[in-house]
């Protein structure tokens, strides 16, 4: 609740946004709302319309910021991998880490009912927060503190995994089954005795390496089932941007694995604040017998564990959603929700309806598959399909 001395208002200007990055930087937090990655985001990506960060000052002094933007966002509504519908709608999107500064549950309850204002007055159909971890307050105001109508009635949870970097490899090889470490054993060693040349990681790290980091990376990018979904690494200018921005600021580090002279698997992060974000990874489906993801992401963590290429790495963060390897070499987890919040209107109501039927439908179709014991088969087919279309050019991104 805003009492005399608390005030809220919205930085809607990029001036605006400069007049606070002192607070902003002192505070720290996750790459994604770092005020640099916040700024490249705005300028690049075309469906951005503004800034949108909600500011809670306490007589005149920033203490909490919840950082967003305004733009044209398509909601998309798919069956498995089979997209339904994308509606387009004017969006209220909140970046990963978006609560920087004081994350009390007061200031969280202040910072919603700001949102929710804004939306009752019409500058956007819907407020969509990126991940949330489950009970933060964030979360928890989002859960409790929005009307019947306009809270989501949907959630998204999936696991965020993360890795304490040890001083040796020995110890991430020790956390395996020894099924796994013989899998991995083998795959190196047929990897070595590949008829295409001896394996060699490069690691790409200044704005001169783009150039040629770029080339060998979407070589293998436009093959994978990613490049199918249009999802993933791509050859685009806001990604260009996005990654030139990161070389300039020394956070690149983009590993390439070759074959000789053919590139056949790469993983690109930034490394902010001694912690790892994983980016963009992929592999040719060609190598696919020999492992050359898995033996990619093994090489680069004994670097980062000798602290070569100019890694002091504390923490790999391995980014959102689920995966087998995550499981495998994650140390630490814990679950987050992505949610929405919708205005009052026509449109907005129509969206709500769209999320939550989605949802029903995509639940018993996955608990259907599941009790026959599709789902795995279903996946691992429909991806091999998207790759092999990939990489005929059947899929390109516009």
């Not at 956390?175 to 470490?181: F, I």
Request: glycine share 6%.
């Amino acid at each position: 609740m805003l009492t005399d001395d608390l005030q809220v208002h919205v930085a809607r200007s990029l001036p605006a946004i400069e007049a606070l990055r002192r607070s902003w930087s002192n505070w720290g937090g996750h790459r994604d709302s770092d005020i640099d990655f916040y700024l490249t985001i705005l300028r690049s990506y075309p469906e951005v319309i503004r800034p949108h960060v909600v500011v809670v000052c306490r007589r005149g002094v920033p203490e909490a910021l919840l950082i967003g933007r305004l733009e044209y966002k398509r909601l998309s509504f798919e069956l498995g991998y089979i997209p339904l519908f994308r509606p387009r709608c004017r969006c209220l999107t909140f970046v990963y880490g978006a609560l920087r500064g004081t994350a009390s549950p007061a200031y969280a309850n202040v910072l919603i009912d700001a949102v929710q204002t804004h939306l009752k007055q019409g500058e956007a159909d819907i407020a969509h927060f990126e991940p949330l971890p489950l009970g933060s307050p964030l979360w928890l105001a989002l859960r409790d503190q929005p009307g019947r109508w306009e809270r989501d009635s949907v959630e998204d949870v999936q696991r965020h995994y993360l890795l304490d970097i040890p001083s040796t490899i020995d110890e991430i090889y020790r956390h395996m089954s020894g099924t796994r470490r013989k899998h991995l054993r083998r795959s190196l060693h047929q990897l070595h005795a590949n008829p295409l040349g001896d394996p060699t990681l490069v690691c790409y790290r200044s704005i001169e390496d783009l150039p040629c980091m770029f080339q060998h990376c979407e070589e293998v990018a436009r093959k994978t089932y990613q490049r199918g979904l249009r999802v993933g690494f791509a050859d685009l200018a806001h990604i260009r941007t996005r990654l030139h921005m990161a070389a300039t600021k020394g956070w690149l580090r983009g590993y390439v694995l070759y074959l000789g002279p053919q590139p056949c698997a790469f993983w690109i992060g930034m490394l902010y604040h001694g912690v790892f974000v994983s980016e963009y990874m992929g592999y040719d489906p060609s190598y696919r017998q020999w492992s050359p993801g898995m033996v990619l992401i093994m090489r680069v963590l004994e670097r980062m564990c000798s602290q070569a290429d100019g890694l002091d790495v504390r923490e790999l963060d391995f980014g959102l959603g689920h995966a087998e390897y995550k499981a495998v070499l994650g140390t630490r987890c814990h679950d987050e929700s992505s949610l929405y919040l919708f205005s009052s209107t026509f449109k907005g109501l129509s969206l709500k309806c769209m999320r939550t039927s989605h949802a029903v439908l995509d639940r018993c179709a996955r608990q259907v598959l599941t009790s026959l014991k599709l789902l795995p088969a279903l996946k691992r087919a429909w991806r091999d399909y998207l790759a092999e279309r990939s990489h005929k050019g059947s899929h390109q991104f516009d």
